[in-house]
Nanobody
Framework: QVQLVESGGGLVQAGGSLRLSCAAS????????LAWFRQAPGKDRNFVAA????????NYADSVKGRFTISRDTVKNTVSLQMNSLQPEDTAVYYC????????????WGQGTQVTVSS
């Protein structure tokens, strides 16, 4: 069974930083785009950032550009999200996801990790 396992969430004050990590087990995701999504209470799950199969191309939601950085380690089969200048509106459950290159569907999801930013 494929698993994506997130870690690194927690409580931080506004202006602080956190680094999320996601490890893929029992399958290599070398031919997959890896991404982060987030879902705040009572809201839809929204795209945050993605990185392509070799780490050469990234894209971000406008709300996090310049503050968040996504990266992947193709050897360790992990993807990370460095989050700086965090604001209370960044509070959400953050999910790691994977989709095959060329597909628009994210078929693999982690269980989520909570990020809470206090004002």
């Amino acid at each position: 069974q494929v698993q994506l396992v997130e870690s690194g969430g927690g409580l931080v004050q506004a202006g602080g930083s956190l680094r999320l990590s996601c490890a893929a087990s029992r399958r290599t995701f070398s031919a997959y785009t890896l991404a982060w999504f987030r879902q705040a209470p009572g809201k839809d799950r929204n795209f945050v950032a993605a990185v392509n199969w070799n780490g050469g191309r990234t894209n971000y939601a406008d709300s996090v550009k310049g503050r968040f950085t996504i990266s992947r380690d193709t050897v360790k089969n992990t993807v990370s999200l460095q989050m700086n200048s965090l604001q209370p509106e960044d509070t959400a459950v953050y999910y790691c996801a994977a989709r095959p290159e060329g597909s628009s569907i994210y078929g693999y999801w982690g269980q989520g990790t909570q990020v809470t930013v206090s004002s």
